[in-house]
């Protein structure tokens, strides 16, 4: 449980950079998101509880690399505290805490909850041979820096991390949002690249010796690296004052190693989905 001990200091240590950063004149915009991005969710209108909660449809890959695609329906939304520039959350699987410091840093810390890959997961026997996946509790932390007036376009890193059967996800990204509205509303878009372990890489996309006699899929041992590269787009609307409609779409591009990987029948992941909450 190390990486939990390092979100621990890290934290601390971004409580204190933000007293040295944080400007009292901020405190004139407070009604206004953390940030006004649609991919960065703020419901407390400025101050203390923001709660919304909701439903949403996915349309997707059944699992990594999968041919098979599939309806899920989620629950949306999250339970939200700020102050001042602080904001603690539980959005679904993510718990944890995003600070903006000097208006042109967002940082995060968090707790993520990681599914892991089962058999089951392919109606069409695909997976069949292979061993289920655990679950994980990972360690998330993220930074995004603005590069133009009001957040129009900012670049960003994300990292994820995990016992050692996990390994590490890097992501690099830069994106731009569109729209002249400031509360978090309008359409951005965003390229990333991914890099991970070879821990991380074999868990969705490896073959063991063992596996592969039960399997009959070709032995797969991959590097750590380069794993992929893609675009998703989010937009986020006020039907009313209460009620909000978010909407994305997405695809993934893998590297050529992953895509000579037995497991992935599919050289690329796509994801579109849909959801409405209720903002208390």
């Not at 599914?115 to 069409?124: L, Q, T, V």
């Amino acid at each position: 449980m190390g990486f939990f001990r390092t979100i621990g200091i890290g934290l601390i240590l971004v409580i204190l950079i933000n007293s040295i950063f944080y400007d009292d004149a901020s405190a004139e915009n407070n009604k206004l998101p953390l940030v006004p991005l649609p991919s960065i969710f703020d419901y407390t209108r400025g101050v203390d509880w923001g709660i919304a909660l909701g439903v949403g449809v996915e349309y997707g890959n059944a699992y990594d690399g999968s041919d098979e695609y599939e309806f899920e329906i989620e629950p949306a939304g999250a339970i939200q505290y700020r102050t001042g520039n602080n904001l603690f959350f539980w959005e679904g699987i993510e718990l944890g805490w995003r600070n903006r410091l000097a208006d042109k840093w967002l940082v995060q810390l968090a707790a993520r909850y990681e599914g892991g890959r089962e058999a089951d997961d392919s109606d069409d026997g695909r997976l069949d041979g292979l061993d289920d996946q655990d679950d994980h509790i990972v360690g998330v932390f993220e930074f995004r820096r603005s590069i133009m007036d009001d957040w129009r376009a900012w670049i960003g890193g994300r990292l994820m991390v995990g016992e050692s059967s996990f390994g590490a996800l890097g992501v690099l990204a830069a994106g731009y949002r569109f729209g002249e509205r400031l509360d978090g509303t309008g359409t951005e878009l965003f390229l990333f690249s991914t890099f991970g372990t070879s821990e991380f890489i074999n868990k969705d996309f490896g073959v063991s010796e063992e596996e592969s006699m039960s399997s009959g899929l070709a032995t797969t041992n991959l590097d750590g690296g380069y794993r992929s590269v893609g675009l998703n787009v989010i937009d986020r609307r006020y039907l009313t004052d209460h009620i909000q409609i978010i909407t994305q779409g997405g695809v993934e591009l893998y590297s050529s190693d992953i895509q000579e990987s037995p497991i992935a029948r599919q050289d690329y992941e796509i994801e579109l989905g849909i959801s409405a909450v209720y903002q208390f």
